[in-house]
């Protein structure tokens, strides 16, 4: 079992810093201002505590390099060890990296101030990071947060409804932004002005920034600079947009008038071209009659004088030799 005492100042990590077996490593004791080390066959000597310090650091940072780092949310990360198949979780704050493996909480337990296990400087060294003191002077946590919402905010479509109004599609929803002076508020997260306003951009916001044209590291000192020529500029546009789609409309009206007028003349045309027609047929059938009526005078009987004789005034015998003769001649 772990005891405060032999925690950080140990036999095993004597022996890992003389590169020896532990087994060589007879006495280790803390004082007030060193540690006292006996050594198998060596003289026993003093040794600082800081150098057990530094080891304690490296030693875990160095363990951490074959571990495996998956992100699941914007501060909580799990850690995988696939040589021995565990899994941990690690959600990071802005002054600590908290981990839920037992070196952690051995660390809560026997230090005034936990530091950072094994699993805790592979998320670092995720987020580009190597000491703990580094992440808290340079504001790791707020920075691991906006990499995260601006890596996500590149997957999101976004659609401007107003001068000041945006809707963002995420892969499970739908969230609105608004644009004010110092910040872009989503309908996603519940505002904290005390906050640093980098804290105030969700990934929705940055998606936003990005439709906007803001990209890098002053982005967002960009945005507040530039919020009231984005306004104006879009209501000038809006403006320029609806000029557009009046002159558009006049011509569409233009176009569909025109358009009956040709469609008007064309009917017209076709009309006039029906009663030619039907004039033509009315001509035609006239004059297929009248040939028709004279061939039948023709075939009708006359008297000496050329009148036509009636049929009742002539017996049928008559008519029948007298039109044979008229077809004999007309056809010999």
Not at 75 to 88: G, H, L, R
Not at 198 to 224: M, P, R, W
Request: charged fraction near 30%; aromatic fraction near 12%.
């Amino acid at each position: 079992m772990i005891q405060s005492e032999d925690y950080i100042y140990s036999k095993s990590a004597v022996a890992r810093m003389l590169n020896i077996a532990s087994s060589l490593v007879v006495r280790v004791e803390k004082w007030a201002n060193c540690a006292f080390v006996i050594i198998k066959g060596k003289r026993p000597r003093f040794w600082k505590k800081f150098d057990f310090l530094l080891h304690f650091a490296d030693w875990r940072r160095s363990q951490s390099k074959e571990l495996v780092v998956d992100r699941l949310m914007p501060d909580v990360f799990a850690v995988i060890n696939e040589k021995k198949s565990s899994k941990y979780v690690i959600k990071i704050k802005p002054d600590a990296i908290v981990c839920t493996c037992e070196d952690y909480k051995n660390q809560n337990k026997f230090l005034p101030t936990a530091g950072v296990c094994k699993h805790g400087y592979a998320v670092l060294r995720k987020l580009g990071i190597e000491k703990l003191s580094e992440y808290i002077k340079d504001n790791g946590y707020q920075k691991a947060l906006d990499s995260f919402n601006k890596e996500h905010s590149a997957k999101m479509r976004v659609a401007r409804t107003d001068a000041y109004s945006f809707a963002v599609q995420a892969p499970t929803n739908i969230y609105y932004c608004d644009l004010h002076p110092s910040i872009i508020k989503c309908s996603c997260t519940q505002y904290d002005t005390k906050k640093l306003n980098s804290e105030q951009f969700c990934a929705h916001g940055y998606a936003v920034l990005s439709y906007l044209g803001f990209t890098g590291n002053q982005q967002i000192k960009d945005y507040k600079l530039g919020f009231e020529w984005l306004v104006d500029d879009y209501i000038n546009k809006e403006d320029e947009i609806i000029g557009i789609n009046q002159a558009m409309n006049d011509e569409g009206e233009e176009l569909d008038r025109l358009r009956a007028e040709r469609e008007a003349i064309e009917a017209a045309k076709l009309t006039e071209e029906e009663d030619a027609m039907n004039c033509l047929f009315t001509a035609q059938s006239w004059g297929t009659a009248s040939k028709a009526k004279e061939s039948k005078k023709e075939l009708e009987p006359t008297d000496e004088n050329g009148n036509y004789i009636d049929d009742e005034d002539r017996d049928d015998d008559e008519m029948i030799d007298y039109y044979d003769d008229k077809q004999s001649r007309k056809y010999y």
